[in-house]
C-alpha cells in the first residue's frame, strides 16, 4: 500500500510537471486530488485496513497528499503569474502616440497680466476701484488739473462724443483711468468729509487714445492706476511702494530708476524705469540699447486733484501711478505688434 | 529739441564730465535725453559693440567719432586740373605738416580750378588715409575706410569732406569751408567735434527749450558755474525810439513788445561754425540774418521776428512806423512768407501797422515784409504772447514751428529784450549792420514773480527727507529762485524767467518739485508706507466678475476682448440700432461708433477664426447705451449706459479629431445648454428654468431660450438664425449663441448652504413615462420633484424615445430616481413616493406609464 502511495505521488508530480494552464491544472486537480482520485481511494479504503496497517498508511497518505497539494499550489502560482506576464506584455502600449486633447479655456492674455498687477498690489493693501468708460471732460481733464487748451493735453488725443448742448464740458472717451480718482476720492471723502479715511486704491480698465491703430500705436488699451491718499504719504512712499512692486513684478533683483517728468495732476512727477529684464542692463533692441525700460509714470497727487476729490492739501498728500498691462506683455514676451491684443486670433490667445 | 554740446560749453565748464554723464544728469531731472549722436567727439568704448566697459548701456546712441590723427584741419593752396577728367579737381592742400595732393569733385571749389595759387587758402576738414568717415556716396550712414586708389590715374588716398561724411548733416553738395580762423593741423575733433543731445521737453521744461535753460540746469545739478553771455554792442545814428510806436490793444494776448533797429546789414552766409551749430540743431541755416534770429532763439529761449524796415516805412508813406497788435477780423487775409494765402479768424493775433496786418503773431511771418537778399534796414521784434492763443491758431493753420512750439508753451514777457539785444548783437556781428540806439518796449502786463513759503516741514511731509533751511535754500538758489529766512522757514521768489511756478498750495508743490529735482530723486529714500490703512471695501462687482471669468475657462472657454469701437454696418449683421454713441472725430469710419452689441464682436471672432476646427470663446464687457438728453435739466446730451454683458459662442466639432478620433459631431444647442447650465449652477443658482422663445431676432425660432432666474430673465441662448448666420463668412456647422446681462444676473446671485453628506446608502429607482409630444421634459421633471418631496434626492433624464412602441404624436421619457433620507429607506417607502408620481403624472399631464 505505501507502494502504492509513492506511485501515486510519483506519477501525479510528474504529470503535474508539464501543465502550463489554467483548464490542465484543474483537470489534474481533479484527478489528483478529487473525491475519486486513487490518492481518496487510499483514504476511503482505509477502513479495510488492518489495525496495524491503519496508522502507517493513514499518514503517509496524508503527507502524499500535502505534498501534491502544496504541488498544486505552486503550480497554479507558477501559470498565475506567467499568465499575468504574459497579458502585461500583450497590453503594452505605443507610449509615443499623442495624448487624447481635453478642450480648454484660457484667459485674455491681457486680463492674465491684470491678474499679475492686481494680485500683487492686492497684497499690498490696494483695494480695486473701477468706474465708466465714457466720462466728461470735466472728470477725465478739467478736475484733474488739466485746464481747457493746455499743452499737456497733446500728451492725450482723444476720442469726443458727438453731444448736443455741451460744449462746456463734452463727453469723450476716458483717456486714462484716472477719473476713477475723482470719482473714489468723492466716495471715500463722503464717508466723513470733515476726516476723510485714507485710501489706497488700485484702478484697472480700458482706456481710449485718437490714434491711427499700428503696430506700435492702438485706438484702446487697458491701464492700472494706483492712488494713495493720506495724512503721512511721502515721495520716499512713493519710491519705495513702486520698487517694491517693480521687484515682486520683475523678479527680486529689479533695479529701478526715478526721472523727473511732468503730468499735470501730480508735483513733483517721475516716471520710473526698470533695468531692461531682457539684456540686464546691457543693451538691447527691447530697451533699445538704452538697457532701461519705461515702465510707468508717477508723481505725488498735485493739490489741486486733492482739492477737487475733496481732501485738503494742506493736510493730506498722496501719490498716483499708471502703467499699462499690454505694454509690459510686449516688452515680456517681445511681442512687436501691440494689434495681437484686440486681433482675437486664437493662434495668438492660446499661446498664453 | 537737439542741443549740440559745444553750444552748452559757451555757458557752463563741462571739464570732467562725459557726454554721457551729462545726458545722465538732465535724464534725472526731468529732461530726457532719448538720443546720443556723436558729430566728432570720441564716443564711449560700448557705442560700438554694444557693451559699455562696466557692462551697462544707458542711451540709444548713434553718430561717428573723429579720430584724432587722421582728420585735420588743413588748407587748400591751389586748385589744380585734373589731367584726365573735366569735373574733377585736384587740391594742393597743407594738412599742417606735409603738402597733399587731394582728388575731389566738390563743386563750392570748382570755380577756383587752374586760377593758380589762391591769394587766401581756403580751410577744409581733411581726412588723411586710413580714417574711417561715412561714405558720401552711399544712401543713408554707411561707414567706409579711406584707402589708396586711382582715379582717372591720378592716385587718391584721402579726403577734403564733406557735412556728410563727418556726420554733421546729410549735406554733400560740397565739401565743408571752415572759417578762416580754423588752425591749420590742429585735430578736428578738437576744432569741432561734437555730440548733439535730443532732449524730449514736456511741458513743464518749456522754460529750458534753449541752450541757456538747459545750461541753467546743469548748472544747478552740478553745482557750477552759469557764465551768461554778455550782450553788449555799439549804436550809432538815430535812436529806434524816436521812429517806432507800438500800440498794444489787449495786453491780455499781447503782454509786451520790444523792437530794435539795425541798419545797412550785408546779406550773407553766417559764419560756418554758426551754420554748424543751427544744423546740428537741426535748423537749416539760410543767411546771417534769419540765422540769427534762430540762433539767438535756440539760444535763449525767444523766438524773433525780422521785418524789412524799408517795407514797412514805404508802407506807412515814409513817416514814423507805428506797429498795432490786435486780434484779427474773422475772414481778414494775409499771405504769410510760405506764399499762402491765409483766412483768419478772431481768435487769431495780428502783427499789424496802420494799413493792416503784417504777420501772423508768434506763428508766421508775412510775405511782403519779408527779409530777403536786398534787404538793408530790419526792425527786429521780440514779443510775448497767450500761449493758449498761440497753441489753438498754430493749430487751426497747422503751421508747427520753432516759434509756435515755444509760444504755445509760453514764453515768459522778461525774455524778449533780451532776445532782441541777443538777436541784434549776433547780426550786427556777422552782417556789418550798425545797430540803432535804444529799444522800442511796449510792457503793459508785467507777470508778477510767484512768492512762496516753504519749510523743513512741508520737505518732510511731501518728500520724506530732512532738510535745514539752508539746504532748501541752497538748493533753489542754485536754480536762481530769491530766498529769504522767515520764522517758519523760507520765503522764495521764482525767478522773473520761470511761468511755471503758482503760489498758495500749487506754488508750495511746484517749489517742491524744484528742490526734489536740484537734491536729486535718486538721493531720495525708498521707504514703506508708515500711514494708516485705509477702510476696507474690496469691490464685490469685480471679485464678482472674475469668478464668471474662472468659472468659464474652467468649462473650456477662450476669452477674448474686442474692439470698443465699432460701426452700425458691423452691428447691423446681428442687430440693427437707431441710436448710437458716436464719436465727433472717428480714426476711421469702421470704427465710429461705441458698441451696442456684444454679440456682434463675439461673432467678428468667431468669423475671424471660422477655420479653427473647434471654436469655444466668451467675452466680458460694456456695451454703450445712449441716454436721451432730458431737456428740463438743461445739462446738454448725459453720460450713456455701459450695461455689462456676457457673451459665449460655441461652433465647430464637439471633440478635438485624433489618431483614434476620426470623427466627431458639431457642437448643438444642448452643448452650449450645459455650458450654460454648469456656469449658472457653478454661480449657485437654483431657482433657474429655460423657457423657449421665438423673439430674439439673431437666434433659430425653434431651437433659442430663455434663462430665468427666480423668475428674471437674466439671458437668451440658442442657435445663431441661418438668416444672419449667412451674413458671417463661417463653415456649414451651427453656431451656438448665449448672450447674459451681468448686471441683472449678478443682482439675482444668491447665497447658498452646504448640506452634510448622509451616511445611509441611497435607494435608486428608474420610471419610463409615456406622454404628448408637446409637453416639455422640464415640466415632467418639475412636477417629479415636486411630488418626490425632500426624499428624493435626485432626477435625472436619462432617455427620450419617440417611436412605434409609443405611437405618433407621443414620446417616451425615462427617469432614474435617487431616493435619499436621513435613515435607510424601505422598498414599501420607496414604492409609495413612486406610486404618488405616477398618479400625478397620470392626472396633471396625461401620462402613462411605460412598461
Known amino acids: 500500500m505505501l507502494d502504492k502511495l509513492n506511485e501515486i505521488e ?42 496495524e496497517e491503519r496508522p502507517t498508511v493513514g499518514a503517509a497518505a496524508n503527507r502524499v497528499k500535502t505534498a501534491l497539494e502544496s504541488a498544486w499550489e505552486e503550480r497554479a502560482q507558477a501559470i498565475k503569474e506567467a499568465a499575468l506576464a504574459k497579458s502585461l506584455e500583450e497590453e503594452a502600449l505605443d507610449v509615443t502616440l499623442p495624448g487624447r486633447a481635453v478642450r480648454v479655456g484660457r484667459l485674455h492674455p491681457s486680463t492674465q497680466q491684470l491678474r499679475r498687477v492686481l494680485d500683487i498690489l492686492a497684497e499690498m493693501g490696494f483695494q480695486v476701484y473701477t468706474s465708466r468708460e465714457i466720462e466728461t471732460d470735466e472728470v477725465n481733464y478739467q478736475l484733474l488739473n488739466f485746464p481747457p487748451d493746455h499743452p499737456a493735453r497733446d500728451m492725450q488725443d ?51 487714445r485718437f490714434e491711427q491703430i499700428t503696430a506700435r500705436s492702438e485706438i484702446q488699451f487697458n491701464q492700472v492706476e494706483g492712488l494713495v491718499v493720506g495724512k503721512n504719504i511721502t515721495f520716499a512712499d512713493l519710491k519705495g511702494t513702486l520698487s517694491d512692486f517693480a521687484r515682486r513684478m520683475f523678479g527680486r533683483h529689479a533695479r529701478t530708476r526715478f526721472r523727473a517728468s511732468y503730468f499735470p495732476f501730480t508735483e513733483p ?8 529684464f531682457v539684456c540686464g542692463g546691457k543693451g538691447c533692441s527691447v530697451c533699445k540699447n538704452s538697457g532701461w525700460l519705461e515702465i510707468l509714470g508717477c508723481g505725488m497727487v498735485h ?50 | 529739441m537737439k542741443l549740440p554740446i559745444s553750444w ?47 557692462g551697462r548701456h544707458e542711451f540709444k546712441t548713434s553718430g561717428i567719432s573723429w579720430d584724432r590723427d587722421k582728420i585735420v584741419v588743413a588748407e587748400i593752396r591751389e586748385v589744380m586740373p585734373h589731367p584726365n577728367a573735366d569735373r574733377l579737381t585736384l587740391l594742393d592742400l597743407y594738412d599742417g605738416q606735409q603738402n597733399q595732393v587731394v582728388l575731389t569733385g566738390a563743386p563750392n571749389i570748382f570755380h577756383l580750378k587752374g586760377t593758380g595759387k589762391l591769394a587766401k587758402p581756403i580751410k577744409v576738414a581733411y581726412a588723411k588715409e586710413g580714417s574711417t568717415i561715412y561714405d558720401g556716396h552711399a544712401e543713408g550712414l554707411v561707414l567706409t575706410t579711406l584707402k589708396r586708389a586711382k582715379i582717372r590715374g591720378v592716385e587718391s588716398y584721402s579726403m577734403a569732406c564733406s557735412e556728410k561724411e563727418l556726420g554733421i548733416s546729410e549735406e554733400h553738395e560740397g565739401i565743408i569751408i571752415l572759417d578762416d580762423d580754423a588752425p591749420v593741423g590742429m585735430p578736428l575733433v578738437d576744432y569741432m567735434g561734437d555730440a548733439v543731445l535730443d532732449i524730449a521737453v514736456v511741458p513743464n521744461m518749456a522754460r529750458n527749450a534753449n541752450v541757456m535753460g538747459v545750461a541753467r540746469e546743469l548748472a544747478a545739478l552740478t553745482g557750477r558755474e552759469l557764465k551768461k553771455p554778455v550782450i553788449e554792442y555799439r549804436t550809432e545814428g538815430e535812436s529806434v525810439e524816436n521812429l517806432v510806436s507800438i500800440e498794444i490793444t489787449e495786453p491780455e494776448l499781447n503782454p509786451r513788445f520790444v523792437i530794435g533797429l539795425i541798419r545797412d546789414v550785408e546779406i550773407k552766409p553766417s559764419p560756418y561754425k554758426i551754420q554748424r551749430r543751427l544744423r546740428l540743431a537741426g535748423i537749416r541755416p539760410i543767411n546771417n540774418v534769419v540765422d540769427a534770429t534762430n540762433y539767438a532763439m535756440l539760444d535763449q529761449g525767444e ?55 503784417l504777420s501772423i503773431a508768434g506763428v508766421m511771418g508775412g510775405a511782403e515784409s519779408e527779409v530777403t537778399d536786398k534787404t538793408k534796414n530790419i526792425l527786429l521784434e521780440g514779443a510775448a504772447w497767450n500761449f493758449i492763443n498761440i497753441r489753438k491758431t498754430a493749430k487751426q493753420h497747422n503751421l508747427p514751428s520753432e516759434a509756435s512750439f515755444r509760444f504755445s508753451r509760453g514764453v515768459h ?14 547780426m550786427a556781428e556777422w552782417s556789418g549792420g550798425k545797430i540803432a540806439p535804444g529799444l522800442v518796449d511796449a510792457y503793459p502786463l508785467k507777470p508778477k514773480d510767484s512768492v512762496v513759503d516753504v519749510s523743513p516741514r512741508d520737505v518732510k511731509r511731501l518728500l520724506g527727507i530732512d532738510l535745514t533751511v539752508e539746504q532748501i535754500a541752497e538748493l533753489l538758489t542754485r536754480l536762481e529762485f530769491k530766498c529769504e529766512p522767515t520764522a517758519r522757514g523760507l520765503r522764495v521768489t521764482a525767478p522773473s524767467h520761470r511761468l511755471d511756478i503758482g503760489e498758495g498750495v500749487i506754488g508750495l508743490a511746484d517749489v517742491l518739485e524744484e528742490v526734489a529735482r536740484s537734491y536729486g530723486y535718486d538721493n531720495i529714500p525708498e521707504t514703506r508706507m508708515s500711514d494708516s490703512l485705509p477702510p476696507q471695501i474690496g469691490n464685490p462687482i469685480y471679485e464678482w466678475e472674475e469668478r464668471v471669468r474662472d468659472l468659464l475657462v474652467s468649462l473650456g472657454l477662450q476669452e477674448v476682448v474686442s474692439y470698443r469701437l465699432t460701426s452700425p454696418e458691423r452691428e447691423s449683421r446681428v442687430v440693427k440700432y437707431d441710436e448710437y454713441v458716436t464719436l465727433a472725430n472717428p480714426i476711421t469710419p469702421e470704427r465710429r461708433v461705441m458698441r451696442r452689441s456684444l454679440v456682434a464682436s463675439v461673432l467678428d471672432a468667431v468669423e475671424k477664426n471660422a477655420r479653427a476646427e473647434s471654436i469655444a470663446m466668451f467675452e466680458i464687457g460694456p456695451v454703450f447705451e445712449p441716454v436721451k438728453s432730458d431737456p428740463s435739466t438743461g445739462s446738454g446730451q448725459a453720460l450713456p449706459n455701459e450695461p455689462r454683458k456676457l457673451v459665449l459662442a460655441m461652433t465647430g466639432l464637439r471633440d478635438a479629431l485624433a489618431w483614434d478620433v476620426k470623427e466627431s459631431p458639431n457642437f448643438d444647442f444642448y452643448d452650449m445648454k450645459g455650458r450654460v447650465e454648469l456656469l449658472l449652477s457653478g454661480l449657485h443658482f437654483t431657482d433657474v428654468s429655460y423657457i423657449p422663445t421665438d423673439s ?81 421634459a422640464s415640466k415632467v421633471e418639475a412636477l417629479i420633484r415636486q411630488t418626490g418631496g425632500r426624499a428624493l434626492a435626485n432626477v435625472k433624464l436619462f432617455d427620450v424615445y419617440r417611436g412605434e412602441q409609443v405611437g405618433a404624436g407621443k414620446k417616451s421619457l425615462a427617469y432614474s430616481l435617487t431616493y435619499q433620507s436621513d435613515k435607510t429607506m424601505t422598498d414599501a417607502e420607496a414604492a409609495a413616493i413612486r406610486r404618488k408620481i405616477v398618479r400625478r403624472l397620470e392626472h396633471e399631464l396625461g401620462a402613462r406609464l411605460r412598461s
Not at chain 2, 326 to 343: H, Q, W
Open chain 1, 158 to 208: 482723444t476720442f469726443f462724443v458727438r453731444a448736443e448742448g455741451r460744449e462746456d464740458n463734452p463727453i469723450l472717451l476716458r483717456t486714462h483711468t484716472s477719473p476713477g480718482q475723482i470719482h473714489a476720492m468723492r466716495e471715500y471723502a463722503a464717508m466723513n468729509p470733515e476726516n476723510p479715511p485714507p485710501i489706497r486704491i488700485a484702478l484697472p480698465g480700458m482706456c481710449f
Open chain 1, 269 to 276: 512727477s517721475a516716471e520710473m524705469d526698470v533695468e531692461c
Open chain 1, 10 to 51: 510519483k506519477t501525479a508530480l510528474e504529470s503535474l510537471q508539464s501543465i502550463t494552464d489554467q483548464a490542465a491544472l484543474e483537470a489534474w486537480r481533479v484527478a489528483n486530488l478529487g473525491r475519486s482520485s486513487p490518492l481518496m481511494q487510499v483514504f476511503t479504503g482505509l477502513g479495510k485496513l488492518s489495525k
Open chain 2, 413 to 426: 514777457p522778461s525774455l524778449a529784450e533780451t532776445g532782441v539785444k541777443r538777436g541784434l548783437q549776433l
Open chain 2, 696 to 776: 430674439v431676432p439673431y437666434l433659430h425660432p425653434g431651437k433659442s431660450a430663455e434663462v430665468r432666474v427666480n423668475e428674471k430673465v437674466v439671458g437668451v441662448f440658442g442657435e445663431l438664425h441661418p438668416l444672419v448666420k449667412d451674413k458671417y463668412e463661417v463653415e456649414e456647422a451651427p453656431i451656438l449663441v448665449a448672450e447674459f446681462d451681468l448686471d441683472v444676473l449678478r443682482t439675482v446671485s444668491p447665497s447658498y448652504e452646504i448640506k452634510p453628506v448622509p451616511d445611509v446608502p441611497p435607494v435608486f429607482e428608474d420610471i419610463a413615462v409615456v406622454l404628448d409630444e408637446s409637453i416639455p
Open chain 1, 303 to 352: 493739490p489741486i486733484v486733492l482739492q477737487n476729490g475733496g481732501y485738503d492739501p494742506t493736510r493730506y498728500s498722496g501719490y498716483a501711478w499708471g502703467m499699462g498691462p499690454e505694454r509690459q506683455l510686449m516688452l515680456r514676451y517681445r511681442i512687436d505688434d501691440i494689434r495681437y491684443f484686440w486681433g482675437n486670433d486664437l493662434r495668438f490667445l492660446e499661446q498664453f
Open chain 2, 303 to 357: 523766438p524773433l521776428h525780422a521785418f524789412d524796415y524799408d517795407v514797412l516805412k514805404s508802407r506807412a508813406g515814409n513817416k514814423n512806423v507805428k506797429i498795432i497788435t490786435r486780434s484779427a477780423k474773422d475772414g481778414e487775409k494775409l499771405t504769410t512768407l510760405d506764399d499762402v494765402e491765409r483766412t483768419l479768424s478772431s481768435t487769431n493775433v495780428l502783427v499789424c501797422d496802420e494799413k493792416g496786418p
Open chain 2, 8 to 54: 552748452l560749453k559757451d555757458y557752463i565748464d563741462l571739464d570732467g564730465l562725459t557726454v554721457e554723464d551729462i545726458a545722465r544728469k538732465l535724464t534725472l531731472a526731468g529732461l530726457e535725453v532719448e538720443e546720443i549722436k556723436y558729430a566728432g567727439l570720441p564716443m564711449p568704448d560700448h557705442a560700438g559693440s554694444g557693451m559699455h566697459s562696466s
